[in-house]
């Protein structure tokens, strides 16, 4: 069972409270009149949004979102609505390189009119208000930036169009599947029966099996929350760290929201949300991690003998259904046509077609089915917690909502209680349904459930907040007053003192290896008796390659008597510091990629993993077995070749190297080699690479008796447009190390140096004059 030291009085207290909370918006009179907001904006051009109501504030998020990244919104409503193909073609790609016309079909077919309306018609008068209020903020903003002249990232312009609560809906849902089902866009756009495979143009899946491999890369997160125990305050302490795409729809925003009375929270936000998802406010800083938990299975339907678009389900031949999906194509002469696409699905979801691992022919084909889908409480799950004021009462909130897509969520208050929960949606399938219906032998870890009988679908308790899904009493929680973290494992070890064990392998697995980065901030937190904001920082901003501590010894013993063919590899690891910091030299890509081709062979290390001793196996390189020793060979010889080949100099600095599109110095590195400061780039040219994600809203909380000390950065800068003034600062800052104060009350937020000031409403439509 989870396990949780938080007393049944103050969990029952901050349930009522919850509640309480949820009844009063629930009774919420419809906003009326002309939404109005304040907007106050601050050093490197932060909004602190100001308004009397949801419509007003939402009002405000939409019009300061829409001055810093018109474009980029503009972008993924076009995405969302399955319409990039009529104005840039079937074969251009999206952000995330995926081609427009499986893009979408498969947009097209996720946001159907009945599912956006069913979604809306969910949401409670208040997050309504918020959503209607963003998009008449940013149709106001669309309208003066069309009058100055559009940013150059928008292009033509001629595919912008003013937004409604239905595209902002449409964008919740995406962010809803990226979980389960998104990842397998392609698959489900190109699924076709076998007698008509040889009709339809051969799919590449490469690139969207290297997308699903690197989504918890380009996802992940580290998070620290402190108790009192441990925290040098004597009250909570939050890092927030999380690893998240530098572009497209999942580039973070920062903001505050206020309603006096009623709100008060800074943080970051995704886009077309007008809520924050991981912040703080007056006594409650909370984040959030990747999980590893399973938000969608897959079922092997055994197919009719005489038709492959049959199933059998409990003896009986039940027919699939077809989706006609149509889109609309602009061609290579620029005239537009028609696409249209049928969507095959079963009782328990869409057909998905995988060659080679998921395939469909006359005996099997693969249904999805993904939990998140009917998750309608998601927007309403944050916007609680943005009001929570204690870890009791967000702990109460995700019980009752379960909101939560596929995150883990760490949290700290005033009073010293440190939380984490692992208490996301998860489909109901525990360990005697695995056994039951589970194939073990299913590829890449996917969870592969019969569909021949109907007693294999997901379990349903009356306590969750929805069908088939886990209740959160069977879910992880730990609440301690000394410390937890994550950093994209299971639960397990969110605190070895305290290890989450027992449950489902769909929610969280115990006596695996744990990743390279929770195992160096197990041994940072475990080396201090108090913890103050500084080592937090550190803690990212130190860019050490913890792996590079286990093995450096042995591999540069083994150069000792390596052949002369690799003694540049060598002398360049002998010189380098053992970081991914600006400085570092290529070594640190030897490393990589010496340790890259070493993965795959796990009989390397010398000291294999223990499940006994998790925080220190395995380690160290057998360097004296001849096998291991010509393993070691053959990678420095191809990195050797690969770095030459790439046009990274040997005297190179990473920082000359890793850089964000503006061509600032971006430090950090591959988390795969333990960085906790993590960072993914590309190769972009002669000796360099382009960050896209890593390290993104970077947030410390501390609380004192005068309320929350802030300070953070937003690395990748606020606005998305070259010409902005704020398109780099703050990445200029991230690249010296230096966090910027978090101004939050009403003192701090005016006596900031850049303060400046303007009103907005939708009765006046004049031009916004800003005041200092």
């Not at 929805?466 to 973290?485: E, Y």
């Amino acid at each position: 069972m989870p396990v949780t030291s938080l007393s049944r009085p103050l969990y029952h207290l901050g349930l009522v409270a919850v509640l309480a909370g949820a009844s009063l918006a629930a009774q919420a009179r419809e906003t009326t009149g002309d939404a109005s907001a304040q907007i106050r904006r601050t050093s490197f051009g932060v909004p602190h949004i100001l308004a009397k109501d949801e419509r007003g504030l939402g009002y405000g998020i939409g019009y300061a979102y829409a001055q810093d990244n018109l474009c980029l919104l503009a972008d993924e409503v076009l995405t969302v609505n399955g319409e990039r193909s009529r104005f840039f073609g079937g074969q251009g790609k999206t952000v995330d390189q995926r081609d427009n016309l499986s893009s979408d079909v498969f947009f097209t077919w996720l946001n159907t009119p009945a599912a956006v309306d069913g979604f809306l018609q969910a949401q409670p008068v208040a997050v309504r208000a918020l959503l209607e209020g963003y998009a008449s903020g940013y149709n106001r903003a669309l309208v003066e930036r069309r009058a100055q002249g559009l940013p150059a990232e928008c292009g033509s312009g001629e595919w912008l169009r003013p937004i409604s609560s239905r595209d902002l809906a449409k964008l919740t849902r995406r962010l809803l599947a990226e979980g389960g089902v998104g990842q397998f866009a392609e698959a489900l756009a190109g699924a076709t029966p076998p007698q008509l495979a040889a009709q339809q143009p051969v799919q590449d899946y490469r690139g969207a099996l290297a997308r699903q491999a690197r989504f918890a890369a380009e996802r992940g997160s580290n998070a620290v929350a402190v108790g009192a125990e441990r925290s040098a305050s004597g009250r909570g302490l939050l890092l927030a760290n999380p690893h998240f795409p530098w572009i497209g729809g999942l580039r973070f925003y920062q903001m505050q929201l206020t309603i006096p009375g009623q709100l008060d929270v800074m943080g970051a936000a995704l886009p077309g949300l007008p809520v924050i998802n991981i912040g703080f406010n007056q006594h409650l800083a909370w984040t959030h991690t990747v999980d590893t938990s399973k938000h969608f299975t897959l079922y092997r339907l055994q197919l009719d003998a005489k038709d492959p678009t049959r199933y059998l389900l409990d003896g009986q031949s039940l027919p699939m259904q077809r989706q006609a999906v149509t889109v609309t194509v602009k061609g290579e002469d620029g005239t537009l046509g028609q696409v249209e696409r049928t969507v095959y699905l079963s009782k328990f979801g869409p057909v998905v077609q995988w060659p080679g691992r998921l395939d469909w022919d006359r005996q099997a084909a693969y249904s999805l089915r993904d939990a998140n889908l009917d998750n309608t409480r998601v927007l309403q799950q944050w916007y609680q917690i943005n009001r929570a004021h204690s870890v009791q009462a967000l702990q109460a909130s995700v019980t009752q909502l379960q909101g939560i897509p596929w995150v883990n969520t760490l949290a700290t208050d005033d009073t010293g209680q440190a939380l984490y929960l692992n208490q996301s949606v998860v489909p109901y399938v525990d360990q005697a349904l695995l056994e039951q219906c589970g194939n073990p032998k299913a590829p890449g870890g996917l969870v592969v459930l019969d569909g021949s009988r109907s007693a294999c679908q997901w379990k349903v308790d009356a306590q969750a907040a929805q069908p088939g899904i886990f209740p959160a009493r069977l879910l992880p929680s730990l609440a301690r007053r000394d410390f937890v973290q994550h950093a994209n494992d299971s639960a397990w070890m969110a605190n070895p003192a305290q290890p989450l064990t027992g449950f489902s392998p769909v929610v969280s697995q115990a006596d695996q290896p744990l990743g390279m980065r929770s195992r160096f901030a197990l041994q940072r937190l475990q080396g201090r008796d108090k913890l103050a904001a500084s080592d937090l920082q550190y803690m990212v901003f130190d860019d050490e390659v913890y792996l590079a501590s286990l093995l450096m010894p042995d591999l540069l013993q083994w150069c000792k008597g390596a052949a002369a063919d690799v003694k540049g590899v060598c002398d360049s690891l002998q010189a380098w510091n053992g970081k991914a910091d600006l400085d570092s030299g290529i070594g640190l890509i030897h490393f990589g990629n010496i340790l890259e081709a070493l993965a795959a062979h796990p009989e390397s290390w010398r000291v294999p993993f223990d499940p006994a001793d998790p925080l220190h196996t395995p380690r160290g390189l057998a360097v004296e077995q001849a096998a291991v020793g010509q393993l070691l060979r053959e990678a420095a010889l191809a990195s050797q070749q690969a770095v030459g080949a790439s046009g990274v100099a040997a005297d190179q600095r990473w920082g000359q190297i890793q850089q964000a599109a503006d061509g600032t110095p971006v430090p950090g590195g591959p988390q795969e080699l333990g960085v906790y400061n993590a960072m993914v780039s590309v190769p972009v040219g002669a000796g360099k690479r382009l960050v896209v994600s890593g390290s993104s809203y970077l947030q410390l909380v501390t609380f004192t008796a005068q309320g929350p000390q802030a300070q953070g950065l937003l690395a990748f800068s606020l606005s998305s447009e070259a010409a902005s003034a704020h398109a780099g600062d703050q990445t200029r800052a991230f690249s010296a190390k230096r966090l910027a104060p978090i101004p939050f009350t009403e003192t701090q937020i005016k006596a900031d140096p850049q303060y400046r000031h303007y009103v907005i409403s939708e009765r006046d439509t004049g031009p916004v004059v800003s005041t200092q």
